[in-house]
């Protein structure tokens, strides 16, 4: 509510932390009046951790609007409805037997007019600490936003008006975590700590003036790209040709799932990382179907982490290949 109410007056340049504030406070006060029933049946524990939870809203909000001051990109949407009643068709791949159709909603769309073309960047906010990975993007993994994006590059000119080009997608931080720092610790550390914690990651259109558009100067906190000796480096970079491969990858890869489905292979085949990093911790059906890795011939499906420039040399291989 706070952004669509900041966006009706204009810009975050035009609205200042004290407003903001107060928006914030009103819209968790009226959500609390319409869908809590102002606490009344709620027990003392649920109205603290309640409470805690608004405070952790506006560290969000306060957040993107320090992130939107330094950047040409404007909220365009938020909470884009992806289906057949939604404000953009779904996401259709394949044909005949082999079609898929995929829904969802993304959190927010930021556009850049520049050169009569729009920019489009996917926003995704997170309260875990889940990061863009090209690795996983190759194993046909965390491929939402992606969707998101060359959906709208096809199907978003009606909407907006305008000719669409893909500026990259961006996780962005919407937690409040305890830094773990010494008692004696500075300001500047703490800052620094914290900034580190909201760090986005991504992929970003590797192009100078729309590098500087989504964030101002030379001291970038925000953008998902690093920086060594000033110049960015190419990990979360990726030019319009590799845009291009990364779509056909994708579509290759879900019309591949589909084809699976409708042949019933649904066995249990979980993906394996490490300990922290499994198909198998956050399963809702760990408890039905007792797999076991090692046990009864099962074994998980160990997927290796790879750097992006070994992904790119693979989707360029598979793509000569056809």
């Known amino acids: 509510k706070t952004p669509r109410e900041v966006k009706r007056l204009g810009v975050f340049d035009a609205v200042d932390d004290k407003s903001l504030r107060e928006m914030t406070c009103r819209a ?91 920019y489009i960047r996917v926003v995704d906010y997170k309260t875990g600490r889940k990061e863009f990975s090209m690795s996983d993007v190759w194993y046909g993994m965390g491929l939402q936003m992606l969707l998101y994006l060359f959906a709208l590059e096809a199907n978003g000119a009606g909407r907006y008006d305008c000719e669409i080009v893909p500026a990259g997608v961006m996780y962005v931080p919407a937690r409040s975590r305890i830094l773990p720092m010494t008692r004696d610790a500075d300001d500047g550390s703490i800052e620094s700590r ?86 198998c911790l956050n399963c809702d059906y760990l408890a039905a179907c007792h797999f076991a890795d090692g046990e009864n011939g099962e074994s998980c499906r160990y997927m290796p982490k790879l750097s992006a420039e070994k992904v790119w040399a693979l989707m360029e291989e598979g793509d000569d290949n056809g």
């Not at 699976?260 to 990093?277: K, T």
């Open 194 to 279: 914290r900034m580190k914690e909201l760090r986005r990651s991504g992929l970003v259109l590797d192009d100078a003036e729309l590098i500087e558009a989504w964030e101002h100067g030379s001291d970038k906190k925000y953008i998902p790209v690093r920086f060594r000796s000033g110049k960015p480096s190419a990990n979360t970079l990726a030019g319009a040709e590799r845009l291009g491969l990364l779509g056909r990858h994708i579509k290759k890869e879900l019309t591949g799932m589909a084809r699976q489905l409708r042949m019933g292979s649904i066995a249990a085949d979980p993906f394996y990382r490490s300990q922290q990093e499994n198909a």
């Open 28 to 118: 968790a006060e009226q959500y609390i009046s319409e869908e809590l029933n102002d606490f009344q049946e709620k027990s003392p524990r649920f109205v603290y951790l309640f409470r805690r939870l608004c405070a952790d809203v506006w560290r969000v909000v306060e957040d993107m609007a320090a992130e939107l001051r330094r950047s040409d990109f404007e909220p365009l949407d938020f909470e884009l409805d992806f289906s057949k009643a939604g404000d953009i068709p779904p996401v259709e791949l394949g044909g005949g037997e082999d079609s898929l159709t995929l829904t969802g909603v993304a959190d927010r769309v930021d556009g850049w007019y520049h050169d009569g073309k729009l």
